[in-house]
């Protein structure tokens, strides 16, 4: 399953189904609005970009894919505020785990289909599992 991780700090983490390198660096560039390229984080095993392109990545994965796996890591003792609640980007590290960020305006053109939470090296992560939602049954 293609998946994307959106960490407190650094860049985005994308992994995708298996293929060939170059043709990971194919799908990412196609998708990038961009002329930046994916790189190579061996350490994870997965490719990284600039975290600015997460709602287009999410969109574009979607586009793809029937379902994306999608991981935010947040701080279970950071409470949520009305900074989170009237956001208007999609970054959040907050513990109401992006449920309430932004009135969730960022999962827009998506649904949440299951959701579990992890740790990984010491760090606190909440995954959801979204699909594209079908734009002739929206109202």
């Known amino acids: 399953m293609a998946s994307l991780s959106l960490p407190a700090s650094g860049a985005l983490r994308i992994w995708l189904p298996h293929t060939t390198s170059l043709g990971h660096i194919a799908s990412i560039d196609a998708m990038m609005t961009t002329s930046t390229r994916p790189v ?3 350490q ?3 490719w990284t970009v600039p975290k ?3 709602l287009v990545m999410v969109g574009r994965l979607l586009g793809r894919h029937k379902h994306l796996m999608l991981g935010r890591e ?3 003792h950071e409470k949520c505020n009305a900074s989170c609640k009237n956001a208007h980007g999609p970054y959040c590290t907050c513990s109401c785990l992006a449920q309430y960020h932004g009135r ?3 999962m827009e053109g998506f649904t949440q289909v299951d959701e579990l939470d992890t740790r990984y090296r010491g760090e606190s992560w909440h995954w959801l599992v979204v699909t594209h939602i079908d ?3 929206r109202r």
């Open 40 to 42: 190579w984080d061996p």
């Open 44 to 46: 994870r095993e997965c």
């Open 52 to 54: 600015n392109h997460f």
């Open 74 to 76: 947040y701080n279970p």
């Open 104 to 106: 969730r305006r960022w």
């Open 135 to 137: 734009s002739r049954l």
